[in-house]
Nanobody
């Protein structure tokens, strides 16, 4: 069983920055394919970014150039650095994980069996 715990959300002004963290309780953290998703009120959960076992990232077009995903296998933690935040980035952010490396990039929520509880990001002036 894999447990994922997000942290780092908060209230930030437009143009500001935040760093989200996702810590996993698994012995073989390096075997996880990891991703970030977000869900705004009244909207479906949407893909934000994913990172492969070797560290190769992939981003949704809406965040490309502003967000950076990374992982520290020694700390069993994944990060999402968010810069130049916009009001439309406001959402509950979830981290997701899977031990199967069966797709080049996992961009669908149904591809991940393990989920955190979410951390709220609010961008507002």
């Amino acid at each position: 069983q894999v447990r994922l715990v997000e942290s780092g959300g908060g209230l930030v002004q437009p143009g500001g920055s935040l760093r989200l963290s996702c810590e996993a309780t698994i012995d073989t953290f390096s075997s996880l394919v990891l991703g970030w998703f977000r869900q705004a009120p009244g909207k479906e959960r949407e893909f934000v970014s994913t990172i492969r076992r070797g560290g190769t990232p992939y981003y949704a077009d809406s965040v490309k150039g502003r967000f950076t995903i990374s992982r520290d296998n020694g700390k069993k933690t994944m990060y999402l650095h968010m810069n130049n935040l916009k009001e439309e980035d406001t959402a509950l952010y979830y981290c997701a994980g899977d031990t199967d490396n069966d797709y080049p990039y996992k961009v669908l929520a149904r591809q991940y069996p393990y989920w955190g509880q979410g951390t709220q990001v609010t961008v507002s002036s």
